[in-house]
């Protein structure tokens, strides 16, 4: 091993997600002269930050979708036995086994794999084969991470994880970053034309297992009682026509206003009340994390991880009846802002602290090898 460490991130399709995030966290925050970085996404990918990547030392390295599996692991391997690798990190969860059988073949000595999330019941036939696929996350691995918990006791069992054989690597953010800013908030409510309303918030790729859908259900029901409301989406995905279709049917499009994919989302948390989340599962959502830095009360479905509470701005609802979402957003509709920032402070989701422990754990895993 040299004395900076190279490690492979292979990450699958990058569409702006929170596991996408997490990973450039901990990239711009982690000690470039003593690591690098090379990303390995695949072709159908979308939002690359190539040029903050190369201009500060990384490397991005396209490769075919993993459905193509025998082009994807014959690249990989070419690539991972070229390229001098000291480890190859895996965030692809129950699709860890791939590049890590790869990376095995290669003669990569330190193959790390990562969980981000685990399985919901109401995604049957993803969930069927997410359990059917993760046991081969621990063929190939040499190491094992999770993002909390109950994502690494889902990925690699609860003998393992009792047996300390998982680590922790939270999603860390910058919490300056996320910090309230009443100013950026003033000027973006009247940018959006949200003076004087009430404003519920959503971050997240318009995917199915972040449950759009419902949380319009929510809303509808809120605007039954309520007129001085408004919803606010930040992100896009596949399934955001078919969600402003359903807006529209409503006859919600008024009340609610879609600005897509950012590069400033931390102005948006600025300019919401409050962040909803009803996801159908999730590991330890980024988005949660920021949203609590912000000062946002927090409103996360009962299928996400407890672990995501990390002040007393969260409240865990069941997904069954929107008119209980109703009730308990109302509730609550006036928070200190700062408080967040300064329970969170406690927390360890720092990313400047965290970025420090996964360089230190990458040290220890090439130095044992």
Not at 140 to 160: D, I, S, V
Not at 302 to 311: F, G, N, Q, T, Y
Request: aromatic content about 12%; glycine content about 8%; proline content about 3%.
């Amino acid at each position: 091993m040299g004395e900076k460490i190279r490690v492979a991130q292979v990450i699958g399709s990058v569409f702006e997600g929170g596991i996408e995030s997490c990973i450039m966290n901990y990239f711009k925050a982690i000690d470039k002269s003593k690591v690098e970085f090379h990303f390995f996404v695949d072709q159908t990918s979308k939002v690359i930050d190539k040029d903050i990547i190369e201009n500060n030392g990384g490397k991005v390295v396209i490769v075919p979708h993993y459905t193509h599996v025998f082009s994807y692991l014959r690249q990989l391997r070419c690539l991972f036995s070229s390229g001098n690798y000291d480890a190859v990190h895996a965030n692809m969860t129950a699709l860890n086994f791939l590049p890590l059988y790869a990376a095995k073949r290669a003669g990569v000595k330190v193959r790390i794999a990562h969980g981000h999330s685990n399985s919901s019941k109401k995604e049957f036939l993803r969930n069927v084969v997410k359990n059917c696929l993760k046991p081969f996350s621990k063929l190939f691995a040499t190491h094992y991470f999770a993002c909390g918990e109950q994502a690494g006791r889902w990925l690699f069992g609860n003998k393992t994880f009792e047996q300390g054989n998982v680590v922790i690597i939270r999603n860390a953010i910058d919490f300056e970053r996320f910090r309230f800013n009443k100013n950026i908030r003033d000027d973006l409510r009247l940018k959006l034309g949200l003076e004087n309303c009430f404003v519920i918030g959503h971050v997240g790729r318009f995917v199915s297992v972040k449950n759009h859908g419902f949380i319009i259900d929510i809303f509808n029901e809120i605007c039954q009682s309520e007129s001085h409301v408004r919803l606010l989406f930040v992100g896009n995905g596949p399934l955001e026509n078919s969600i402003k279709e359903k807006v529209s049917l409503l006859r919600l499009d008024e009340k609610v206003v879609f600005v897509g994919s950012v590069a400033n989302p931390e102005d948006y948390y600025n300019a919401m009340d409050c962040f909803i989340l009803p996801s159908l599962y999730e590991g330890l959502p980024v988005v949660g994390i920021e949203a609590q830095v912000n000062g946002l009360p927090c409103y996360f479905s009962d299928k996400v991880s407890l672990e995501a509470k990390l002040s007393d701005l969260v409240d865990f609802v069941p997904i069954d009846n929107p008119s209980d979402w109703k009730d308990i957003v109302l509730s609550r509709k006036s928070v200190n802002r700062e408080n967040g920032y300064q329970q969170m402070r406690e927390s360890g989701y720092d990313i400047k602290t965290e970025a420090g422990k996964l360089l230190e754990a990458y040290r220890g895993m090439c130095a044992d090898e």
